[in-house]
């Protein structure tokens, strides 16, 4: 103990010392690897070597910049629809759950509990071609005869969606939840509308749930590739899919390695233009 | 001309009557739709483990049997997955909650320099997407040549995406955390390692629980990280994926229900042990 009380100012960096040096051999130092691998040329047979070969990336654009931006698109799109579908539940929990909160939150979770990929099959069995759905829909005309679910960007999109969804609803909530309810009731005592108090006075100070939720279901849905493996046909394939077989069935690391960097930047440019569309309406907001 | 009805006052007063039904509990109808949709997939996950299926798919409902039950390890290949995931999320749940919680108290216990670099370290991995941690690793452990992958590279893959959540969860309770108890102690002579022993660990014990479970849960559900690391070993999840491209055998939405029940049994009876609780106080 007196070793600690001598060298009170080392106490921190003790505690810190392995966890740090876990994340930093096995998560900083493998991004350089891969930053190194991706500039490499070579093939699996007659090895790689370090070239500054800049080509990966062009190359990787140029031959897949459709799957590129369909993942933006697809993760785009998913992020919208899981906002739109859970802020609506995400209000009605936090705002009339009353003492059932707690166990509404849990049935959110809950679906959650079955492994990803079992949820992901689930979806197929769901949307498969002598389904329910197709077979409903195609009753009602709203698909052809010979029309499917599965195989479509818009399966991948469902799946994408419904895997994602704890991960916007749960932020929602949390933000919701923290909103004094007679910052409502004022608004409402001068005047204000049920809608004008609730654009005006609760989408406001819920902006915090919306963009920590949008940027918690954007990012891992932009590298997906499980749903479009099991739900997709080839054409709905995002980057996830070609960095994957890339890198475990074509074994070329240099390309896959260039494709992972790209993903990487595309989100965070997607990430900073989207941070400053949401800044710069906070900034009006708090200006009205 | 006259064809269209024109509602009398009874009929307009019943129409208004179900509009404002409708308007009043629109919010509330949405929500249990919603429900449904969300458990959905797991109902069908659950009816599936029933099949009896006549073909190597199981996608259309054939006939009911307990056999899949009965026989839940009948697939060569599954009982030895279920137990190398478990086996892996319990040891790297323990490491990963050690390193985290210790990293939590250093950051909302001390002043250091070099706090704002670890927040930005902890924060990084969680918003990396998974195929970039795995294969970021993947490269890492491809270039290092006296690696076998297997076991070990899927424990630590498993330690470091985890690492984050348990410091997140751990550092939520701590900040909320009454200092004056620790000072109190440390006043009536306990010495900081008492102090710890005594008073931090019983009150952040279910920031810390909370941590394991969480770990746990990530780890045995990872798919992706895992498939970039694991060699010739297989995972459950790594086990589904491997059966969903010759047709999923029912024995795996057998686990998957059992797996659901076992985590909302665990999560309700957390829920309504808090409510007891909240109730005498």
New interface residues.
Partial sequence: ?SF??RHR?L???L??G???A???V??????G??A??SLQSGNFDIGYAFTWSWGNYWHAIRDYHAQFVRSLEYAGLATVLALV??Y??A???AF?GG?WK??LL??????????????T??????L?D??FVVNTLQSLHVLGPSGRLLATSAAVVTGIT?NF?PFMALPLYVSLEQIDGSLIEAAEDLYASKLQAFLRVTLPLSLPGVVAGT?LTF??A?????NAQ?LGAPENHMI?NV??SK??ELTD?PA??SM?FI??GG?LVAVAIYARIVGTEQLTGTAA | MSSIAVPNARERNVLAGALAFVRRHVLTVYSLLFFAYLLLPIAVVMVFSFNHPTGKFNYTWQGFTWDNWRYWDGVPGIRSAIFLSLEIGLVASLIATALGTMIALALVRYGFRGRATTNILIFLPLSTPEIVLGASLLTLFLNLSFVTFGFWTILIAHIMFCISFAVVTVKARLVGFDRHLEEAAMDLGANEWTTFRKVTLPLTAPAILAALLLCFAISIDDFVVTYFNSGSEVTFPLFVWGAARIGAPPQVNVIGTAIFIVAVTAMLFNVLYQRRREVRA
């Fill in positions: 103990m600690f009380h100012g106490t921190p960096y505690l810190l392995p966890g740090i876990w994340l930093a096995f998560f900083v130092v493998p991004l690897f891969l190194y691998q579908i859970s609506p539940v209000y009605w929990i009339r003492r707690n166990l849990l049935f959110i979770v809950a679906p959650f509990f079955v492994t990803y990929l079992i949820r099959l689930a979806w197929e069995t769901i498969s002598n389904g419904y969804l940027l990012i891992p932009a590298g997906d590739f499980i099991l996830g960095i994957q890198f475990l690391y896959a390695a992972s993903l990487m989100i």
